[in-house]
C-alpha cells in the first residue's frame, strides 16, 4: 500500500507546476480584462448588463465542454497562423480558465465600486478630485475588499477547474484524476484531488493575507502573503532541467488500453534515447487531430473509430481493405500516417453476464434486439453518439427500456450490480474474460473492425530512429496479451500501475522477438 501511494505522489510535483502555471496565467489575464470592464461597467449600466450578462453566460456552459471547444476553434486558426498558434495544451487551456474567471472578479468589482458611501464620493468632489483620482484615491480602496473576494473566489475556481484541461493536452493534476478514475485506482484520485486542493487552499489563504495587511496597514502580514505569492509564482515558473535529447509527445485516449501503449510506446523510446511526453485522456477526435497537426507525435487509433468518423464511410469492408482505404487516406489527408496495425482488435461488442444469456436466451443481437424492451443499456459517453451505434440500430431495431452513460471503468460495475442488463464492452478488455460474460454476435455486421493502429505524425514517420522503434511493434501484440496487460490494471485485487502493465507488456514482445 505504501508502494501503491508513493507512486500515486511521485507525479504531483511536476503536474501541480503545470498546474499552477496554467491557473496564475488564466488569473492573471482575467485580471486584466476585468480592469477596464469594470470601471466601463461602473459608468455604464447598459454595458454593464452586457458584460455581466456574457460573463454569465460562459458560466453556464460546462467546464470540460468549453475547453474541449477551443481545440476545434484553434485547429481552425493554425491553419492560418500555423505554429503560432497551438490548437492542443496550454493555449485553449488558458483561454477557457480565463472565460471561466472572468464572472466572479468582473460582478465583485461593480458591486463594490456601487457600494462606495455617496457622502465619500461627495467628500472627494469637494476637494476637487478628478474622476480618475476620486477612482484611484476613494472609490477602489473601499471597493478593494469587495473585489478581493470575486479575486479569492476566482482563484479557487480557476484552480479546480483546471483539473479539466488534461482532456485537451494541458498537463495537470487532472492526469492523476482521469487515469485514477478510469481505472479504478483510487490513490490517483486522491493523489490528483489532494495536490488541487492544496494549491487552492495556498493561494486562497495568501490572497486573504495580503488584503488583511492592506487593510490594516500591517507591513510583516503583507510582507509574508508577497512572501506566499511569490513562493508559488517562483514554483510555476521554475525552469525544468535542460533535457538535450530528441523530443517525442505520445497521445493516448482515457482508457486503460491506451494508457498502456502509450507507456510501451514510450518506455521503448526512452531506451533508443528519446525524451518522452505523454497528452493522456485525449477524445478520439482530438488525438487524430493532434497526430495530424503535428500537436501530437504518435498515437494509438482504431480502424473503425477512423473509418466511421474521419473517412465517414458507412460501408463494410474487409479487415485489410479497410486498413489499406485508412493508410491511402492518411497519405493523401496531410499529416498523419498509418505505421501499421499492432495486431489485435478491440472492437465494440453487446456484453451480457453469462446468467442473462441463459435466463433471456441471448446468443446474438437479433435476441437482444427482442429482450431490449425489458433491459437496460449500459455504454460509454461517446457511443450513442457514434455512427456504429445508428448501424447497429438500423439492422436490429433496438430499443432498450433505458440507457446509462458510463465511465469505461465503471460500465463492468454496472453490469455486476444489475444497474444495466447490457454493456457495450471492448473485446480486448480482461474483465470480459474475467467476469465471464458473454459477448453477443453481430450476424448482420453492423460493427465495424476495430483493428488498434499505431498511427504518426509525418515528421515522427521520417525519424529513422523513431520508426524502427514503431516498426518493431507491428504484429507484435495479439488479443489476449492485450487483455491480459488492460486486466493488470482494471482488476480490483493485485492491481498494478500502468507502468507495471506497460513494462509486462514489452517484456512479453521482447520475449516473443527473442523466441523468433
Not at 185 to 198: E, I, K, P
Amino acid at each position: 500500500m505504501t508502494g501503491e501511494w508513493a507512486t500515486a505522489f511521485a507525479r504531483v510535483p511536476e503536474l501541480a507546476r503545470e498546474h499552477l502555471l496554467v491557473s496564475f496565467a488564466a488569473i492573471g489575464l482575467a485580471l486584466l480584462l476585468c480592469a477596464p470592464l469594470a470601471v466601463a461597467a461602473h459608468r455604464n449600466r447598459r454595458f454593464a448588463a452586457v458584460a455581466l450578462g456574457l460573463a454569465s453566460l460562459v458560466q453556464t456552459i460546462p467546464g470540460l465542454a468549453l475547453l474541449a471547444l477551443f481545440f476545434p476553434v484553434l485547429l481552425a486558426v493554425s491553419t492560418v497562423l500555423g505554429e503560432w498558434v497551438e490548437p492542443l495544451g496550454f493555449l485553449p487551456a488558458l483561454l477557457a480558465l480565463t472565460l471561466y474567471a472572468l464572472l466572479p472578479i468582473l460582478r465583485n468589482a461593480v458591486t463594490g465600486l456601487a457600494g462606495v458611501d455617496p457622502a465619500a464620493l461627495e467628500a472627494a468632489e469637494g476637494l476637487g478630485m478628478t474622476r480618475w483620482q476620486k477612482m484611484r484615491l476613494v472609490e477602489l480602496p473601499l471597493a478593494l475588499p469587495t473585489i478581493v473576494a470575486g479575486i479569492r473566489t476566482a482563484a479557487v475556481w480557476t484552480i479546480g477547474a483546471a483539473t479539466l484541461a488534461t482532456t485537451i493536452g494541458q498537463p495537470s493534476l487532472g492526469d492523476l484524476i482521469f487515469a485514477g478514475l478510469q481505472t479504478q485506482a483510487w490513490t490517483l484520485v486522491l493523489a490528483g484531488c489532494a495536490g488541487s486542493a492544496a494549491l487552492a487552499l495556498s493561494v486562497d489563504g495568501a490572497i486573504a493575507l495580503a488584503q488583511r495587511g492592506v487593510e490594516r496597514r500591517q507591513r510583516l502580514t503583507g510582507a509574508i502573503a508577497g512572501l506566499m505569492i511569490a513562493a508559488l509564482a517562483a514554483f510555476a515558473l521554475w525552469p525544468q532541467a535542460p533535457d538535450n535529447r530528441p523530443q517525442v509527445t505520445i497521445g493516448a485516449k482515457g482508457f486503460s488500453e491506451q494508457y498502456i501503449l502509450a507507456r510501451l510506446i514510450g518506455l521503448r523510446l526512452e531506451r533508443a534515447g528519446y525524451a518522452v511526453d505523454y497528452r493522456d485522456n485525449l477524445g478520439s477526435g482530438v488525438l487524430h487531430a493532434a497526430v495530424a497537426s503535428g500537436q501530437v507525435d504518435i498515437g494509438v487509433d482504431y480502424a473503425g473509430t477512423l473509418w466511421t468518423n474521419e473517412l465517414k464511410r458507412s460501408d463494410r469492408q474487409p479487415r485489410e481493405a479497410m486498413i489499406a482505404g485508412i493508410a491511402a487516406w492518411m497519405q493523401g489527408a496531410g499529416g498523419a500516417r498509418l505505421i501499421g496495425p499492432l495486431g489485435f482488435e478491440n472492437a465494440y461488442a453487446f456484453a451480457v453476464t453469462r446468467a442473462t444469456a441463459e435466463r433471456l436466451s441471448l446468443g446474438d443481437l437479433h435476441d437482444l434486439a427482442r429482450a431490449a424492451p425489458m433491459m437496460t443499456l449500459g455504454t460509454d459517453p461517446e457511443f450513442l453518439e457514434r455512427p456504429e451505434w445508428r448501424a447497429v440500430d438500423a439492422a436490429y431495431g433496438m430499443g432498450f427500456a433505458g440507457t446509462r452513460s458510463l465511465s469505461p471503468g465503471f460500465m463492468y460495475d454496472a453490469l455486476a450490480s444489475g444497474e444495466a442488463d447490457v454493456i457495450t464492452a471492448y473485446t480486448s478488455d480482461g474483465r470480459v474474460a474475467a467476469d465471464r460474460l458473454v459477448l453477443l454476435a453481430d450476424p448482420e455486421g453492423a460493427i465495424p473492425s476495430y483493428d488498434a493502429l499505431l498511427v504518426a505524425h509525418v515528421d515522427a514517420e521520417g525519424d529513422a530512429g523513431v520508426r524502427q522503434v514503431l516498426d518493431g511493434l507491428i504484429g507484435a501484440i495479439d488479443v489476449r496479451t492485450m487483455a491480459e496487460a488492460n486486466h493488470m490494471v482494471d482488476r480490483v485485487a493485485d492491481k498494478r500501475s500502468i507502468g507495471e502493465a506497460a513494462a509486462w507488456l514489452d517484456a512479453q514482445i521482447r520475449a516473443q522477438e527473442g523466441a523468433e
